[in-house]
């Protein structure tokens, strides 16, 4: 089956770094996905990773270590409109190619 | 350009009440799909699309149906709505795994059903 594990919430302070964690269980994996969504809103994509390593863009960063089943997003120089939840999703060729997304971690970001 | 647009936005109904919810994209992406989100669970995909005329069940289908009739329209369906199928649902669309690349999904706004 799949199984997608993040914390349910997080905290930082603006200006800050905050890394928000993602591990998943899944046979066929085919890229790993975050998406922020701001509540009451719908989900924006990110980033992709499909390879080990880190994917940069701007202020936030992704890395994927497939052996290990783990992701991050990394996000630096807070700003009080990080404040969101953040969701991991896997797709799977074992799965239709769909996603399967994790509960989300609510960010907050104070000043 | 619109992306995904859902209707309605919101709506209540009574139990026992049938409804459909339709979703529409104009990026002309093959694949479409409907989800719940419901606190603390995430999103749950309830049917799928991998194509016009096409249709096929996710994790949560019991008591929703879908139709593709055509490529930019997918259409849910509450035959008779029950007070757990009360939630935020989510039409998304985006294209396969080909050569495009692994592409992301793209959301519409959500619709806000209330079912007493």
């Known amino acids: 089956g799949q199984n997608i594990d993040q914390p349910t919430e997080m905290t930082a302070t603006e200006g800050a770094i905050v890394q928000i964690n993602c591990t998943y269980q899944t046979s066929g994996f085919n890229g790993l996905f975050w998406y922020q969504q701001h509540a009451g809103e719908a989900p924006t994509f990110l980033s992709y990773?499909?390879?080990?390593g880190l994917e940069e863009k701007g202020r936030f960063s992704s890395f994927l270590s497939r052996s290990k089943g783990y992701s991050y997003l990394l996000l630096k120089e807070l700003q009080m409109k990080d404040s969101a939840s953040y969701l991991c999703a896997v797709r799977s060729y074992n799965y239709g190619q769909n996603f399967v997304f994790g509960p989300g971690t609510r960010l907050s970001v104070l000043p | 350009n619109a992306g995904v647009t859902q209707t309605p936005k919101f709506r209540v109904l009574k139990t026992g009440q049938s409804m459909t919810l339709l979703c529409a994209q104009d990026m002309n992406h093959e694949y479409m799909y409907w989800y719940r989100q419901d606190p603390g669970m995430g999103l749950r995909l309830i049917h799928y699309?991998?194509?016009?005329?096409?249709?096929a069940k996710g994790e949560v289908p019991d008591g929703y149906n879908v139709s593709r009739l055509k490529k930019q329209n997918f259409l849910l369906g509450l035959e008779s709505a029950a007070p757990s199928q009360t939630s935020v649902y989510f039409c998304?669309?985006?294209?396969?795994?080909?050569?495009?690349?692994?592409?992301?999904?793209?959301f519409g706004d959500g619709t806000r059903l209330s079912i007493l």
């Open positions: 699309s991998v194509g016009e005329g096409t249709t």
């Open positions: 998304a669309s985006g294209t396969g795994t080909g050569a495009g690349g692994n592409q992301p999904q793209h």
């Open positions: 990773n499909v390879l080990d």
